[in-house]
Nanobody, 124 residues
């Protein structure tokens, strides 16, 4: 099992920035991919970005390309999501997820562990 804890959410005005963190513990040596998903009220959980733990390969949803940057610090077992030029439509609960096998899926059921989520609210 892996334990994931998100932090860094909050309230920000449109155009502003936030940096989310996801600290992993437990079975971190087995992690192949980590990802961020988000869920807005009344909507399904949607893929945001992913990164491979060893090689650092990244993948983004079209809606966040050029605005969000995913990164990781292996020494700290922590993943980050730098969010710039935030828009009201970015408002959601943001979740981090971990996968133990090869691949960078965008479907939530393909991930093996989840954090509890952190709220991001962008005001217009």
């Amino acid at each position: 099992q892996v334990q994931l804890v998100e932090s860094g959410g909050g309230l920000v005005q449109a155009g502003g920035s936030l940096r989310l963190s996801c600290a992993a513990s437990g079975r971190t040596f087995s992690i192949y991919t980590m990802a961020w998903f988000r869920q807005a009220p009344g909507k399904e959980r949607a893929f945001v970005a992913a990164i491979t733990w060893s090689g650092g390969n990244t993948y983004y949803a079209d809606s966040v390309k050029g605005r969000f940057t995913i990164s990781r610090d292996n020494a700290k077992n922590t993943m980050y999501l730098q969010m710039n030029s935030l828009k009201p439509e970015d408002t959601a609960v943001y979740y981090c997820a971990a996968r133990f096998t090869r691949g960078i899926p965008i479907i939530q059921r393909e991930y093996d562990g989840w954090g509890q989520g952190t709220q991001v609210t962008v005001s217009s």
